[in-house]
């Protein structure tokens, strides 16, 4: 665990509480490209970085491309296209979603540990789990409390950035096959797309992206 | 190359998304015939996976593919006498995003690696979500708004417990590749609380897909929103390429010797589906919603039998093919239905017996099977799963499996009494048709063939499904 992949977690807790307090929906996908290419280049930091191939230098690539540039980008021209800039009255205040956010590093903090030490594992990924609970739960956490559904398509990426983190943490190097990591990224870009479309659609038939609007199919 | 399941419909998707619609329509039907010969070539053994990494010719897996490539078939064959009458604003991606749908699905069938099962079943909601949103009316866009973050949340939720189970291979030193079929030869040396942590991830993944209460609040919307082909092939299709994935990692957990473990999962869920279907169904508006409640029962029946194991296992599987092939009918000719008198609301109908005497025979004859009526195959699925669990000494959810069963059964049947005799004097707007009864008849048909007469490559197929989790037909 080098200084340097200890900082980039650093700046992932950071960008994960940047999101939870940001009101303006611009600065919150600024806030999700920053992260998608910090969590991209974790993974090349850490202990097993040395036997870097072809292959996972080129995934790295493709990786930061669709996380930091792809995914961020097409977010970005829905917010331009719905005339919407901020997230008015959050179903949890900012303040206490900044809270709540604290909150998820210590209680991640506290389960990341009792997992390393329960289980004897090499204890040197301990910060990039305590990262990954807290990435995974905060993305939950504005999925949930939050009303626009371009905010919940961001949190659903954080969510996913988390689940990723995990992966990296979790799971040795000799298990990950290109074909497989790259069916995944696909996944989630062609996921995003079609959100962004199903949410330009909400856009133009209901004036809005609340989804408190969206109340009609009920028991 | 097993894989052209796969491949072939993803190819003529995108040409029917150039081609002018005339042309899709036929693709549709041409595909849907090429895909079945291939599976039944699959069957006979006469092709084999040509990357046996991440593909293999499971029998669970070969079950759930033929049961799709079937229906489809039919639906598709419905799909076009009902494009025709329809005004559907962009028919191109709707033939296409069948198609990719398709082929989604087989993925799922085919899958043997963890993740690429996951790829594929995350791979599913993305091509069925424009389905759902083809009309673009406001409640559609709802029903696929939900449809789309609930169900990719939960699968995101099964990628970590994917990850959990790679951990547990981890700290057990395990080296093999990460497939169902080498974890399961070492499953015992697997680490079991982080595997049991991987099953429960794994079935609220896929459980939400599958539609497992309580993480079913999707399906009723996007099933009643869709098109009807759409919703047979939902209903009839991907709720059972979902609910492979559950069965697949319970039989991992089982063959590492924790199988009372999620045993008692499925159960339980299985049960407070059906029972959730049962509160719900009671006083339901609409016949497409009402539908779709008893898909959530159906689901909730057949995850139970797989928790029961032994004889009830069978039962599940026997239980997966019928209701596969009654709910699609019963989806089929609700279109008709919903053509007929332009609306969804079970009190904007009535007197069908009168009206639509054909459609009420499938429809009537598809509620009886799905009741659990001889001679459809329903009634044999149920009974076996019910005798299975007295085996195995379960009395009281068995108790509860049958009280929610009675309760369906007396909520529906007011509903569709309503709607078949109900009083009704108004116009009609869309007349039914042969093209448009005859699939709803040929698959309650084959319902009721499979009944009196299983085909032993069939039943070898499910008995082999099923060894491997300690199911058998002798208890």
């Known amino acids: 665990m080098s200084a340097f992949s200890d900082a980039l977690l650093a700046f992932t807790l950071l960008s994960v509480l940047m999101s939870l307090a940001a009101h303006r929906l611009v600065a919150l996908v600024k806030i999700m490209a920053f992260q998608g290419i910090v969590v991209s280049l974790i993974p090349l930091f850490l202990e097993h970085s040395h036997t870097l191939t072809m292959g996972s230098i080129l995934m790295l690539q493709v990786m930061i491309l669709i996380k930091g540039f792809f995914i961020p980008g097409f977010i970005y021209v829905a917010v331009r296209k719905i005339k919407i800039r901020r997230e008015i009255e959050p179903i949890v205040g900012y303040h206490a979603s900044l809270f709540a956010g604290l909150l998820f590093i210590l209680i991640s903090a506290f389960i990341a540990d009792r997992i390393y030490a329960s289980q004897s594992l090499p204890g040197e990924y301990v910060?990039?789990?305590?990262?990954?609970?807290?990435?995974?739960?905060?993305?939950?956490?504005?999925?949930?409390?939050?009303?626009?559904?371009?905010?919940?398509?961001?949190?659903y990426l954080m969510m996913e950035n988390g689940i990723y983190l995990f992966g990296t943490a979790l799971?040795?190097?000799?298990?990950?096959?290109?074909?497989?990591?790259?069916?995944?990224?696909?996944?989630?870009?062609?996921?995003?797309?079609?959100?962004?479309?199903?949410?330009?659609?909400?856009?133009?038939?209901?004036?809005?992206?609340?989804?408190?609007?969206?109340?009609?199919?009920?028991d | 190359?097993?894989?052209?399941?796969?491949?072939?419909?993803?190819?003529?998707?995108?040409?029917?998304?150039?081609?002018?619609?005339?042309?899709?329509?036929?693709?549709?039907?041409?595909?849907?015939?090429?895909?079945?010969?291939?599976?039944?070539?699959?069957?006979?053994?006469?092709?084999?996976?040509?990357?046996?990494?991440?593909?293999?010719?499971?029998?669970?897996?070969?079950?759930?593919?033929?049961?799709?490539?079937?229906?489809?078939?039919?639906?598709?064959?419905?799909?076009?006498?009902?494009?025709?009458?329809?005004?559907?604003?962009?028919?191109?991606?709707?033939?296409?995003?069948?198609?990719?749908?398709?082929?989604?699905?087989?993925?799922?069938?085919?899958a043997d690696h963890l993740i690429v099962l996951w790829i594929a079943i995350e791979a599913t909601t993305l091509m069925s979500a424009p389905l759902i949103?083809?009309?673009?009316?406001?409640?559609?866009?709802?029903?696929?708004?939900?449809?789309?973050?609930?169900?990719?949340?939960?699968?995101?939720?099964?990628?970590?417990?994917?990850?959990?189970?790679?951990?547990?291979?981890?700290?057990?030193?395990?080296?093999?590749?990460?497939?169902?079929?080498?974890?399961?030869?070492?499953?015992?040396?697997?680490?079991?609380?982080?595997?049991?942590?991987?099953?429960?991830?794994?079935?609220?993944?896929?459980?939400?897909?599958?539609?497992?209460?309580?993480?079913?609040?999707?399906?009723?919307?996007?099933?009643?929103?869709?098109?009807?082909?759409?919703?047979?092939?939902?209903?009839?299709?991907?709720?059972?390429?979902?609910?492979?994935?559950?069965y697949?990692?319970?039989?991992?957990?089982?063959?590492?010797?924790?199988?009372?473990?999620?045993?008692?999962?499925?159960?339980?869920?299985?049960?407070?589906?059906?029972?959730?279907?049962?509160?719900?169904?009671?006083?339901?508006?609409?016949?497409?919603?009402?539908?779709?409640?008893?898909?959530?029962?159906?689901?909730?029946?057949?995850?139970?039998?797989?928790?029961?194991?032994?004889?009830?296992?069978?039962?599940?599987?026997?239980?997966?093919?019928?209701?596969?092939?009654?709910?699609?009918?019963?989806?089929?000719?609700?279109?008709?239905?919903?053509?007929?008198?332009?609306s969804k609301l079970i009190s904007k109908t009535g007197n069908m017996a009168k009206v639509f005497p054909k459609t009420f025979t499938a429809f009537f004859a598809g509620f009886a099977g799905i009741s659990g009526f001889p001679p459809f195959g329903i009634f044999v699925s149920e009974l076996l799963i019910i005798i299975g669990a007295f085996q195995k000494g379960r009395t009281i959810s068995v108790s509860i499996f049958i009280l929610a069963l009675i309760l369906i059964f007396a909520g529906a049947s007011r509903l569709v009494m309503k709607m078949s005799f109900g009083k009704w004097d108004e116009e009609i707007l869309v007349d039914e048709n042969w093209a448009r009864v005859l699939p709803s008849y040929a698959l309650l048909l084959t319902s009721v063939i499979l009944c009196v007469w299983l085909p032993d490559s069939l039943y070898q197929t499910i008995l082999s499904a099923i060894a491997t989790i300690g199911g058998s037909v002798n208890g």
């Open chain 1, 127 to 155: 910060l990039l789990m305590i990262t990954a609970i807290t990435t995974l739960a905060s993305g939950l956490f504005l999925l949930m409390s939050r009303h626009k559904a371009i905010t919940q398509v961001i949190g």
């Open chain 1, 171 to 218: 799971a040795k190097q000799t298990h990950t096959q290109y074909l497989v990591e790259f069916g995944v990224l696909l996944d989630l870009l062609v996921g995003i797309m079609i959100m962004g479309i199903v949410l330009n659609n909400i856009n133009s038939s209901f004036d809005d992206v609340d989804t408190a609007l969206l109340g009609q199919l009920k």
């Open chain 2, 1 to 110: 190359m097993l894989e052209f399941t796969c491949l072939i419909p993803l190819f003529t998707g995108i040409i029917a998304m150039f081609l002018p619609v005339k042309f899709g329509r036929g693709i549709l039907v041409v595909t849907a015939l090429l895909h079945l010969q291939i599976t039944i070539m699959a069957w006979l053994g006469k092709i084999t996976p040509g990357l046996p990494q991440y593909f293999s010719a499971s029998p669970e897996g070969l079950l759930v593919l033929l049961v799709a490539s079937f229906i489809f078939l039919f639906i598709s064959i419905y799909a076009v006498s009902y494009m025709s009458v329809t005004e559907i604003t962009s028919e191109p991606i709707y033939i296409g995003c069948t198609l990719f749908f398709l082929s989604s699905m087989s993925m799922v069938a085919l």
């Open chain 2, 133 to 246: 949103f083809l009309h673009r009316s406001k409640s559609a866009l709802e029903a696929t708004w939900k449809y789309v973050m609930i169900c990719s949340v939960g699968i995101a939720l099964a990628l970590l417990g994917c990850f959990f189970i790679v951990l547990s291979m981890d700290i057990g030193n395990v080296q093999v590749a990460l497939t169902f079929s080498s974890l399961g030869a070492v499953a015992t040396q697997l680490d079991p609380m982080w595997l049991k942590a991987g099953f429960i991830f794994l079935v609220i993944g896929y459980g939400t897909k599958m539609g497992l209460a309580p993480m079913h609040t999707w399906l009723p919307d996007a099933h009643s929103e869709a098109p009807s082909p759409a919703s047979a092939l939902l209903s009839g299709a991907l709720l059972n390429c979902a609910f492979l994935g559950v």
């Open chain 2, 248 to 342: 697949r990692s319970h039989r991992l957990l089982y063959q590492a010797g924790l199988g009372d473990f999620s045993s008692n999962i499925l159960i339980g869920l299985g049960l407070l589906s059906m029972l959730i279907a049962a509160i719900f169904i009671f006083n339901q508006t609409g016949y497409k919603r009402m539908l779709a409640y008893s898909s959530i029962e159906n689901m909730g029946i057949i995850a139970f039998g797989v928790g029961i194991g032994g004889l009830a296992t069978y039962g599940a599987m026997l239980h997966l093919i019928h209701h596969s092939l009654i709910k699609s009918s019963l989806f089929l000719s609700a279109g008709n239905i919903l053509l007929g008198y332009g």
